[in-house]
């Protein structure tokens, strides 16, 4: 299961006239909590949140503190000053009704060496992250993917994921690749030739 994390919150008026900027003075994050049915504007203490936030993943789970009042939630979008070292601006946390499945992104990682690469062929990982479909406490904080198998040539799709009965892969593209091998002959010969090819508009060589 994904790890919990506890997020002290205070509500805030709305209206309020530019609350990033009022927040960085106060040492605050504007954010909002969202349900089905309305939504309430939240701030978040930045020093302890930024620090908790380094730890996140994007499937993990919030239990947010409102006053006295808990609730379950995860990041649905979070906005971030990336030129002034990924700054946090805004957040927008979901809350999660008991009993319910939720939609979330869930982070995939490589395990085994593939017997293509012992072949010469090079690995691509072509997705990072899985959407899936679950109760949330059902929800686990990585998927792991064995390519042991994998000769070169061959792919890994979302279809082939097994994640047991309580755990649904909810992507559109269940067809799509999440990693190949690739021959490297292939790809040295595919630098070979365009190295070799003029580039567009320079004068051909000269005869001796």
Known sequence: MAEEMLVVAKKRALGVRNPTRKGKMQGTIPAVLYNKHNHTAL?????????MWSKAH????????VEGQKKQAFVKQVDEALDQGSTLLHLDF??????????????????GLAKGITQGGILDQLASQVTVRCLPEHLPEVIEIDVTDLGI????????L????KVEVAENGIKSIISSISTA????QLAELAAAT??????????G
Do not use: W
């Open 43 to 51: 701030t978040l203490e930045r020093h302890a949140f930024t620090r």
């Open 153 to 160: 040539g061959d792919h890994f799709k979302m279809r082939d």
């Open 162 to 165: 097994k994640l047991g009965d």
């Open 185 to 188: 002959k292939r790809d040295s």
């Open 198 to 207: 003029p580039a567009a508009g320079a004068a051909p060589a000269a005869e």
């Open 94 to 111: 979901f809350e999660i009704e008991a009993g319910q499945k939720i939609k979330i992104k869930v982070p995939i990682k490589i395990k």
């Open 58 to 65: 994007s499937n993990t789970i919030f239990t947010i503190d």
